[in-house]
């Protein structure tokens, strides 16, 4: 707050002083609003975050609390305050600068601050040390209404030729200041009389009642500084019990925005986190390796697996603090500082379990993340055999010391003879879509038993954590590396847009299969979603050689959608030229370019129109104010009073100025009265290098005053810059001989 309301301070009073008209100043102040204030909002945010992602996040923000307080909801995210307030302290302290330079009249301004320090005492206890604020306020009002006030009467005095005494402006400000004060003791009593003489009265009810409906609305954009903070919103921690139920909700929780059209065949899963170690009816997540993400780094590699497209997706949350960071397959880069947690199976490979965003997340905040995504054929990976890296092995294949033998005796009936690691999984997956029914509500396992053996053998239904479990323990058996998966489903799609919108109700748990060379790899035993049908290459007589990736269904409802084929050829150019950016973004980097490359030209042009239509320039801003300065009352600064002087110089007596001033330099100034001669003549005597360039000058100066002939103002321009050179020159070297001698063992 207190660099904007500096900064318009500062633009009011330069704005004042120019002689723009008043639509030019409104332009110029609105654009400058759209500048300032998304950029001090964009200062609150992590300065790792790119400005583009930090804009685009504000914006949802502040679209989700504006919904929540035009609803009656209590506001969770300060963010609308702070705009409100950035916007309130802004457009207080430009327009009070402005008027009361430009007219002496700042009112409109100062209303603004008040009503402003007034809401932050009434909303904010703590920080207003009961009414000091608004008592401070009041009377530096009193006191700049007494100055403006006085001001005024002296002007008129002295057109008048009333002589005023030097004390005057000294006792009317102390006057000014005491009434201030005894005004602001009444007004701190008055209320606390006006309620004990008149009680009940119907004004007062009435009064309070209105009171109490804005007091409601205001609190909902106020909750963030009175409320407590809200919690941080961590979907899946370390551990992960089942339980028993499963609660659907139509609630929002992200949307999703990707980059280019899904490939046929393929389906998103929003994964928050993994799992890799079961233990009675229990997922626990062991990873132990973390890494710093950086916005601007592409530092998640992954081995060279097969058959894998890049895609990247904007996700925007409507949920209030989230430090998941939701990722389809997996992920490669991302837009927000983040740490990731995982195993490192590899010197370069970080197996990442979770994203978690440093800081948290809040609703209305969007980032993008590029993900490598398996889209494998099914004639390919059917190939792949089960000679697993030691890596692998050691985390995906653990199993409890009390495993149910009936899971694995299940688990090698089901598969008996299939060869490979993919086809035991897909009867697997088929078999448990086949027999296990789909209830959210299940009963719950004897103590005595594993809940994933009671589902199996004795009730048979379960929702999707089953379901999932169910696959890995049975795949970790007949050993094939498998983990659990957890976050939500695809969601609603529209296929014009590439978007998804992502609910409460789409949670869900999946497996992932490690295969050699193609790595992980989404399954889907839940019956509920639509089965994965797997891309293959056509090998009937009839064939071209061609990708089938037969119907696919949408998650939701069990819609039917049918899909076309993609060839070898387009998989393989998608892998070439993955896009990493949305198209909107470039779009947005040209004319914020365009922007901010128009804006000083225009305002060059129209300071070169002004110019050319013969209207006063502004003057130097040393003349600005020594002029405001005197006109308050206030003695300038030597150094400003010179430079003032200065610029109403002739550009020839400008150049002449060299002269005395290299003289100061010197430490031999020269009195005001001498003639400029009498100056060169003694600065050829203390400076003698200077003789040439110093008669040269004084000659231009003699010739443009005296004589009908211009003076050669190139060649005094030269002349002065050669004295101050040799001055500063000489100056050094005294300075440089000064120290030697200080530093000789003879010297003092």
């Known amino acids: 707050m ?150 005024n009467l002296r002007r008129r005095w002295e057109s008048s030729g009333i002589p005023m005494d030097a004390e005057t402006s000294f006792d009317w400000m102390r006057a000014a200041l005491i009434s201030g004060v005894i005004l602001v003791f009444l007004a701190w009593n008055i209320p606390s009389w006006i309620r004990a003489l008149s009680p009940n009265t119907p004004e007062r009810r009435e009064f309070v009642q209105s009171w109490l409906v804005v007091r409601e609305k205001l609190s909902n954009v106020v909750a963030p500084l009175s409320g407590t903070a809200p919690t941080e919103g961590e979907y899946y921690q370390n551990d992960l019990i089942m339980g028993t139920t499963f609660t659907p909700s139509d609630e929002v929780v992200f949307t999703v925005t990707s980059s280019e059209p899904r490939p046929a065949g393929s389906r998103y899963y929003w994964r928050a986190r993994a799992y890799d170690r079961y233990q009675n009816g229990e997922w626990f997540s062991t990873y132990s390796d973390r890494e710093e993400v950086t916005p601007v780094d592409e530092v998640l590699p992954i081995p060279d697996w097969k058959e894998r497209f890049d895609s990247t997706f904007a996700i925007t949350l409507q949920t209030p603090i989230i430090r998941n960071l939701f990722t389809p397959g997996l992920p490669l880069s991302v837009s927000r500082p983040a740490q990731a947690l995982g195993n490192l199976i590899a010197p370069t490979f970080l197996d990442t379990s979770t994203l978690l965003a440093v800081p948290p997340l809040r609703a209305g905040e969007i980032y993008r993340v590029k993900s490598s995504i398996s889209l494998p054929i099914k004639n390919d990976i059917e190939t792949s055999q089960g000679d697993y890296p030691e890596a692998i092995q050691r985390v995906y294949l653990q199993l409890p010391s009390n495993f149910p033998e009936d899971i694995r005796n299940l688990a090698e009936e089901i598969t008996a003879g299939l060869d490979t690691p993919f086809d035991k999984t897909e009867a697997i997956t088929n078999y448990l879509r086949q027999n296990i029914t789909y209830k959210p509500a299940i009963q719950a396992a004897p103590y005595y038993l594993d809940p994933i053996e009671f589902m199996l053998f004795t009730t048979k239904e379960g929702f999707c954590f089953y379901y999932a479990s169910a696959e890995i323990l049975m795949l970790r058996s007949i050993g094939i590396p498998a983990r659990l998966a957890v976050g939500f489903a695809e969601g609603e799609m529209n296929d014009r847009r590439n978007s998804f919108t992502v609910r409460r109700k789409d949670a869900h748990a999946w497996p992932e299969v490690y295969f050699n060379d193609f790595g992980w790899v989404e399954f889907e035993p839940t019956v509920i979603q639509s089965a994965l049908v797997r891309r293959e290459l056509s090998t009937g007589p009839n064939a071209s050689g061609g990708v089938n990736s037969g119907p696919l269904q949408s998650i939701d409802e069990g819609k039917e959608r049918s899909s076309t084929g993609i060839t070898p050829e387009d998989f393989l150019q998608d892998q070439a030229s993955p896009q990493t950016n949305l198209p909107a973004n470039r779009s947005i980097i040209i004319w914020l370019a365009l922007l901010l490359l128009l804006f000083p030209i225009g305002l060059g042009l129209l300071l070169w129109l002004r110019l050319r239509s013969g209207k006063p320039t502004i003057p130097p801003l040393a003349v600005v104010v020594e002029a405001n300065l005197i006109r308050y009352g206030f003695s300038a600064p030597g150094w400003i009073h010179e430079r003032a002087r200065l610029a109403h110089l002739t550009p020839l007596e400008q150049a002449f100025n060299a002269v005395p001033k290299a003289l100061r330099l010197l430490g031999k100034p020269a009195n005001p009265s001498l003639t400029p001669a009498e100056q060169v003549s003694r600065l050829v005597e203390t400076l003698p290098k200077g003789q040439i360039p110093a008669l040269t000058l004084l000659e231009e100066l003699h010739r443009g005053m005296y004589s009908p002939l211009p003076a050669n103002m190139e060649l005094a321009q030269k002349s002065s810059r050669q004295i101050m050179r040799l001055a500063r020159r000489t100056w050094l070297q005294k300075i440089i001989r000064l120290e030697k001698f200080r530093g000789h063992p003879s010297g003092f």
């Open 2 to 151: 207190i660099t904007i309301t500096l900064i318009g301070v500062l633009f009011g009073f330069l704005l004042g002083q120019c002689r723009f008209s008043g639509r030019f100043v409104f332009i110029y102040s609105l654009i400058l609003s759209i500048i300032l204030i998304p950029w001090q909002l964009g200062l609150t945010l992590n300065d790792k975050i790119p400005w583009l992602e930090r804009l685009s996040s504000l914006g949802g923000r502040l679209w989700i609390t504006l919904d929540q307080f035009t609803h009656g909801v209590p506001v969770e995210d300060s963010v609308l305050f702070l705009t409100a307030m950035l916007f309130v302290f802004w457009l207080a302290s430009l327009t009070a600068s402005y008027h009361l330079v430009r007219n002496g009249r700042p009112w409109f301004g100062l209303a603004l601050i008040g009503i402003s320090v007034l809401i932050i005492e009434f909303y904010d206890p703590p920080r207003a040390v009961h009414g000091l604020y608004s008592s401070l306020f009041a009377i530096l009002v009193v006191l700049l209404v007494s100055r403006l006030y006085f001001l």
